[in-house]
Structures are given as C-alpha cells and as structure tokens.
C-alpha cells in the first residue's frame, strides 16, 4: 500500500503520516515515516531502524525491519543492515535490519538498484502515544 503512493519531491519532510495518505503523495522519509508507525504499533509491534542511505549520488531514507521478527525469512540473498559498534553501546538493538525501500516496487531484503552508502541512521519509536484528545490506541 505505502510503496503505491506516488513520489513527490520537494515535499516537507516534517509533514505527519496521516497527511502523506490524505494528500496520497510522499518522499523517502514520508513514507518511510508511514511504514514505520503501521509497522511499529498493533497488531504488528515490530522493531524498525531507520536506514539512511544513497541512489546514485542522491540521499534516500527507508525502513528496516528486525530479522528477528520476520519469523522464517531468508535472509541469504537480502540487503542487511546492522548497527555499528558505538550505536550498538548508545543503546540500539544489536541486531540485523531488513532493507525494505518504500519508494520503489520491492520485497522486504530486496536491494535497490544503485543503493549505497547502507548505514542505520536510528531506530525509531513510531508507538502509540498518548494524547489529551485520544488517550487510547488505535482500534483496527
């Protein structure tokens, strides 16, 4: 679904998740930045990291998603990504990240052409937070 709304340039990259699908148009970071609260909360709960990274010379933003909560995913011919030695003692998962980019028509590990420069940028919390409006989570 995220991978199918269209790319924008251009786009504020500070614009919230529910807008990228109101408006049906994003960036890199904004659809990353969707895929990662849906993933992130229920019913999925899963870990994801933040990857920065380059296309060709041009910056790029997408998700990765913990191998450990792939259950049996094969991870011989995917694009991993892990942490480095500093971020792992300032407190992130040492664990291996699932290269999954929501601008192109690809499977979770599935290298885009021309990427570079693979590196964990942050792992972030996407978690329901609660409000003074809506102190519960979403119900799906």
């Known amino acids: 679904m995220v991978q199918m709304i269209p790319y ?56 990765g998603i913990d191998v450990n909560e792939l259950g049996d995913f094969d991870t011989s011919s995917s694009l991993l990504v892990e942490p480095t030695d500093s971020q792992i003692s300032d407190g992130y998962p040492d664990t291996s990240y699932a290269f999954f980019d929501m601008t192109f028509d690809s499977d979770i590990g599935e290298q885009t052409d021309g990427v570079s420069n693979v590196n964990i940028y942050d792992v972030g919390d996407f978690e329901h ?7 519960d989570p979403p119900d799906y």
């Open 129 to 135: 937070q609660g409000r003074t409006l809506a102190d």
């Open 8 to 63: 924008g340039n251009n786009i504020d990259d500070n614009i919230p998740p529910t807008v990228v699908l109101y408006d049906m148009i994003g960036d890199c970071s904004n659809k990353t930045g969707l895929i990662s609260g849906i993933l992130q909360n229920d019913p999925w709960n899963m870990t994801i990291g933040l990857i920065d990274c380059d296309i060709g010379n041009i910056n790029h933003w997408t998700a």
